[in-house]
């Protein structure tokens, strides 16, 4: 069964086939996708296939992803989740997008460390890792806050728009206690 985390604001649940227009609305800016590792969707069968994939990863065992959705209005204006978990080795690694109009406003902040004491308490992890392109000062800023440790960088790990990037690789680790102030 698809575990649905609240917030204060947030209810992050399982995507479905009527998420569509709002997974594409997302994911077709350029704003979001800019640092995200792919190119824009132009239509809503990438939504559809997105969703889809993200189901199929649920089922294998290889990810969960959550649609981020607005308590006050039930739209849904991002998503998080974990990805390339490994149950074997306790770790997985964190993703997240939001639309632009919801930006700064601590949506994220507020799903990430939902979803990162959920990841400690209910998935066994003992590291949960994030991959930041170097441009996107805010998402660091964003782990850093919530105790991410930089651990360095990865040359030319990521395209976008056919030119590779470098990343910034952090880690959160539950045994050096530095994630206890989430639960």
């Given amino acids: 069964m698809f575990p649905v985390l609240e917030t204060a604001r947030l209810r992050l649940r399982e995507l479905t086939l ?7 609305r997302c994911f077709s800016n350029e704003a979001v996708t800019s640092y995200y590792g ?74 990430v460390q939902k979803v990162i004491a959920y990841g400690f308490q209910d998935m066994n992890l003992n590291r ?7 441009e996107n000062e805010a998402s660091s800023q964003l782990l850093m806050k919530l105790g991410f440790q930089q651990e360095g960088i990865l040359r030319d790990y990521m395209y976008q728009n056919g030119q590779a990037y470098d990343t910034f ?10 994630a206890t102030f989430l639960f």
């Fill in 38 to 111: 792919q190119e824009p969707f132009v239509d809503t069968q990438q939504a559809k296939q997105a969703i889809k994939q993200f189901a199929k990863n649920f089922e294998q065992k290889r990810g969960i992803h959550w649609g981020i959705e607005r308590k006050d209005s039930n739209e849904v204006i991002g998503t998080i989740g974990f990805h390339l978990w490994s149950a074997a080795h306790h770790r997985a690694e964190i993703g997240y997008e939001i639309h632009p109009d919801y930006w700064r406003q601590g949506y994220i902040k507020e799903a």
């Fill in 128 to 134: 949960i890792g994030a991959v930041v392109f170097l």
């Fill in 169 to 178: 690789i952090y880690s959160l680790l539950k045994r050096k206690n530095n």
């Fill in 18 to 24: 009527e998420d569509v227009p709002a997974i594409f």
